[in-house]
């Protein structure tokens, strides 16, 4: 697999072009938003990985890709919904930069819970089709806000970001959704339709997915407004 590789570029203050359909995202799990500049996707490790041995391959394709800042969306601590994954921050070793934003698996931004009570509470939501009772909440949008200006000053600096979560569908759609209405990229009633194809133009493996992974979600990203 031949994987295209971006410099780090010019400051990127004015419009945004989006990625072309049939181009491949950097890694088998993710996809391009700003083709060279922005992607999204998965989690970049694998089981088991502690920093010693080889680098993930999924991470050395995004640092070659020219990837310089990680945002990354998941509660991958003790008693967080996603403890199980292996941090890939050791095999950086500085050669990119890593910001946390934990949100619980399939919830929004600012949501309180995690671990198993964030778990249990998605059961649930599942189970009588309703949206968490702790989220949104009034902090979600301001915390979305944090997001996004993060993502925005990246590409500001003349750096290329990589947004994601677990799977790149739930937490990380409702970001990218998010990103692509502040930016007018889409209207509102074809802000869900066109982050799907972006998706599934790009991400080979996990493209036939829904993104975003839940209706709490959709809504959130129906709801952003252009400019905010």
């Known amino acids: 697999m ?49 920093g010693s041995g ?6 050395e394709l995004l640092v070659d890709a020219g990837i310089d800042m990680f ?24 050669s990119a930069g890593i910001v946390r934003f934990p949100i619980p698996d399939e919830h929004l931004p600012a949501c309180p819970l995690g671990g198993d009570e964030a778990r249990e509470t998605t059961f649930r939501m599942r189970l009588d089709d ?7 909440n009034e902090k979600s949008i301001s915390e979305m806000k944090k997001i996004l200006d993060r993502i925005d000053t990246v590409l500001d600096v ?12 739930g937490r990380t759609g409702t970001v990218v959704g998010c990103w692509l209405r502040r930016h007018g990229l889409f ?16 991400d080979r493996e996990g493209g036939w997915k829904k993104t975003p992974d839940t209706f709490a979600q959709a809504e959130f990203i129906v709801a952003w407004g252009e400019g905010e």
């Open 54 to 59: 080889p680098t993930p391959e999924k991470l």
């Open 158 to 169: 003349g750096q290329n970001v990589y947004v994601h979560c677990w799977g790149g569908s």
């Open 2 to 50: 031949t994987i295209a590789t971006y410099d780090t570029l010019s400051p990127m203050t004015g419009s945004y072009q989006l990625c072309a359909d049939g181009i491949d995202g950097p890694t088998d799990r993710s996809y391009w938003v700003v083709e060279g500049r922005f992607a999204a996707g998965g989690y970049p490790s694998e089981k088991g990985y502690t």
């Open 71 to 94: 945002i990354n969306l998941t509660q991958d601590y003790p008693g967080g919904t996603d403890v199980k994954m292996s941090h890939y921050d050791p095999g950086l070793g500085g």
């Open 130 to 136: 309703k949206s968490c009772p702790h989220c949104p």
């Open 187 to 202: 209207a509102v009633d074809e802000v869900l339709e066109g982050l799907q194809e972006l998706r599934q133009a790009g």
